[in-house]
């Protein structure tokens, strides 16, 4: 919502806000320094120590922020976080069939001989004497200013005993800032910290990894082809049309029915559950994407489809969509959502699509809902308008 608003008004205040968090946050413990991807929250206003847990639809929001704000500013820091982020989900959430996996703990095993003694962070932490023992005295040196690790640990007084002696890493100083410190050419100390940053990776990959949540969800599929879709195209990265092509025929082939319905969740060769108005809402979104950034019609035509079916299960006469279709016995009373908090609203998103499939295809009917869908919630935006960003996005671009 900033950077549109940002683009209507010319109000750099709030472009500012949003570059300067993201590039805070990308510096931060909260991002994975090693392996890519952003962990779920931060436990402090530095976005220093998170909570280790990274979850699949955090990855896609982010990337698709660190674009835009990259297409703002051409800063190639946003650009590299989207492109780390968007490596980490192919490299380890991404199943063999191509969709996407939900999640991976924060907890993990610190020693592999006792596998059920987890702690937060261990897969992510360091001790100073393990860097000195695998980099050598003078590149670990190096290292530590870099990422700000210290002989006794980089975080005080944390409640969580597992974190005593231990450092996270985040950017305390740059790579120049790194070579002048050290009075070495920039050249040599980037290359011997990338070899640093390689083998800690390297030896990282061999402890025992946190626990993977490898559901996959169509919803937080659809997010993430969304991702994908939009970082082919900015970044001019062929392997990730091709991620949002595979991830996407994936979904067709197993959550689409012959009703054209879909169904919510994929594991293990069973796939199940009546999908909910987010699903449809996502997954259609993330088609738009990749018809967009493909320029391949048969995404249009399959978001077309799905949201038509999302239309006849769960529209409103009234305006807006239910979350849930009307047979779901288990349901004692139809809502709607619309609040924008970790995910954003069913009808939010929706609403976007309407406005862009009417724009596409000039077909009224997707305006005709929009407007319906804008009027229903009319009232609740103007009263709480902060707990609705996405949903004011889609008017923005509809101004």
């Known amino acids: 919502f900033l950077l549109r608003y940002w683009k209507r008004t ?29 962990h779920r929250y931060s436990v402090d206003e530095y976005w220093f120590v998170p909570h280790f847990e990274k979850m699949l639809y955090d990855q896609a929001q982010l990337v698709v922020s660190y674009l835009e704000a990259f297409q703002i500013t051409q800063d190639e820091t946003l650009s590299k976080a989207a492109r780390r982020t968007l490596d980490y989900v192919m490299r380890d959430m991404t199943a ?24 937060e962070g261990a897969f992510y932490i360091w001790s100073f004497k393990e860097v000195v023992e695998l980099l050598g005295e003078k590149r670990a040196g190096w290292f530590a200013w870099r990422y700000g690790i210290e002989a006794d640990g980089n975080v005080e007084n944390d409640p969580h005993h597992e974190f005593t002696g231990r450092n996270i890493l985040f950017q305390a100083h740059t790579v120049e800032d790194t070579a002048h410190h050290f009075e070495q050419p920039v050249q040599m100390a980037a290359a011997a910290l990338n070899e640093a940053e390689s083998i800690l990776f390297e030896v990282r990959g061999n402890r025992p990894r946190p626990h993977l949540d490898d559901k996959v969800l169509t919803s ?14 900015i970044l001019n990265a062929p392997q ?3 991620a949002a092509r ?15 319905s879909l169904l919510r969740r994929y ?13 449809y809402a996502f997954f259609a979104q993330g088609l738009i994407d990749l018809y967009e950034s493909t320029g391949e019609f048969r995404w249009l035509g399959a978001a077309i489809a799905i949201t038509r079916k999302q239309s006849e ?3 409103d006469e009234a305006g807006g969509f239910f979350a849930s279709a009307h047979e779901d016995a288990a349901r004692l009373m139809r809502i709607k959502d619309d609040y924008d908090g970790a995910e954003p609203s069913g009808n939010s998103v929706t609403l976007m699509n309407l406005l862009r499939l009417h724009r596409i295809t000039g077909q009224t009917e997707y305006e005709t809902s929009a407007r ?5 919630l009319q009232p609740k935006v103007a009263g709480a308008p902060s707990g609705m960003p996405q949903l004011l996005a889609a008017c923005e671009f509809d101004i």
Do not use: C, H
């Open 10 to 38: 010319g109000q750099d205040e709030a472009r500012d806000m949003v570059v300067e968090t993201l590039i805070a946050m990308e510096k931060g413990g909260m991002n994975d320094q090693l392996g890519g991807g952003f």
């Open 313 to 315: 299960l769960l529209e």
């Open 372 to 376: 319906k869908l804008v009027a229903a």
């Open 246 to 260: 595979k991830a996407a025929d994936f979904l067709l082939n197993t959550m689409l029915q012959a009703d054209g």
């Open 96 to 119: 063999p069939e191509g969709g996407f996996y939900s999640a991976e703990d924060a907890d993990s095993a610190a020693d592999a001989t006792r596998p059920k003694e987890k702690s």
């Open 267 to 279: 594991r293990e060769g069973d796939a199940a559950i009546a999908a909910m108005l987010d699903d």
């Open 220 to 233: 937080w599929n659809g997010l993430m082809i969304s991702a994908f879709a939009k970082g082919a195209a």
């Open 240 to 242: 990730y049309a091709e």
